[in-house]
């Protein structure tokens, strides 16, 4: 059989690539010019909103840079209004009522799949349709624990206090909470599946919050219940938690493939807790503020801890909005030349 045409997704099955697979976490977004150019004209509600704005901001960063995955134009609280909520951005999430109350939890939709969002599913098949074969268009949802943090505390926060006190305060209606926001996401996920995604990630950026028992009771079980329910869809299953190394024994009971690393902990220390499994990651997204000289050394440095298996090179979390493109394209160009199948068939 011939090899899947996408390196990205070679790896993300597990494949020892002779060379890493590349994409950005946020590389569709206000660091590009022709981003800063669209959001002039629209409210971010109306670009996630406008399939024809969705897929061509989804493929803005694809026409400068040689990446081997596009993400999706979106944003984690997208399928969030169909349950009856309001979401504004300012620039980050703002919930017009903070979720605290049992009669607000029962009064949440649970609307089915194609109700959610067709608006994404729309902009999944316009931007799969302009796509070459090997480059790959990964689909996303929020974990969630962490859109229960957003709902909860009702904005973006340091420490989500609100939140944190919630659940030690009321922790069955944090479950039901939780519960419904998992049947949510998993609906949400299948639809971008059927309509084309490729591969699946689930960004549970606040996980790392909590200490590792109160991640065993709110994060995994419901990280769990989705990711098993994915599984049959033939899709790489993507775990991305941030400022959590603290939660990795607990993250490698999680059924999926990948597991984006943020830059805290170099791969190779990882590899054990994960074997057989592909790591994504990690280089500390301040780097590219840095001159070439520095970009080049830092990627080399992860490239190197990534050589024991499977690895999709990425961020350790979303590229910083002051990032200069140009730099960009020399990460981009250095990962891509990094000599990885000497180095890989030079070990065992
Ligand atoms: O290129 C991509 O990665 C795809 C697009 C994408 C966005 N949001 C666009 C966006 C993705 C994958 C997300 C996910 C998201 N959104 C996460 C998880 C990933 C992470 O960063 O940890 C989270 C926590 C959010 C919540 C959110 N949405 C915040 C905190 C903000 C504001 C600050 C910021 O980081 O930009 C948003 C708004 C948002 N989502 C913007 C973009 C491009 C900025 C809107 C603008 O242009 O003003």
Known sequence: MNPH?????????????????????????RYLPEYRAIKARASFWEMVRTPELAAEITLQPLRRFPLDAAILFSDIMTPLPAMGLEVAFNPGPVVAEPVRTQAQI???????????????????????????PQVALIGFAGAPLTLAAYLVQGAGSKDYEVFRAFLHSEPGLAEHLLEKLSELTLRYLRLQAQAGAQALQVFDTWAGLLDEAL???????????????????????????????HLYPAMAELPCEVLSVDWRTPLNRLRPLFPGRTLQGNLDPSVLLAPPATIAR??????EAGLGGAHIFNLGHGLLRTTPPEHVAFLVETVQQFPRKELVDGTP
């Open 5 to 29: 045409p996408s390196l990205f997704l070679r790896a993300a099955w597990g494949e020892n690539t002779p060379r890493a697979p590349l994409w950005l976490m946020r590389q569709a977004g």
């Open 106 to 132: 029962e009064a949440l939709h649970l609307p089915e799949a194609e109700a959610i969002a067709p608006f994404v599913a729309q902009a999944i098949r316009l931007v799969r349709r302009e796509l070459p």
């Open 215 to 245: 991640y065993r009771r709110f994060g995994l079980p419901y990280n769990r219940r989705i990711l098993k329910g994915l599984a049959g869809l033939g899709l790489p299953r993507i775990y991305l938690a941030v400022g959590a190394a």
């Open 298 to 303: 830092e990627a080399r440095r992860v490239l």
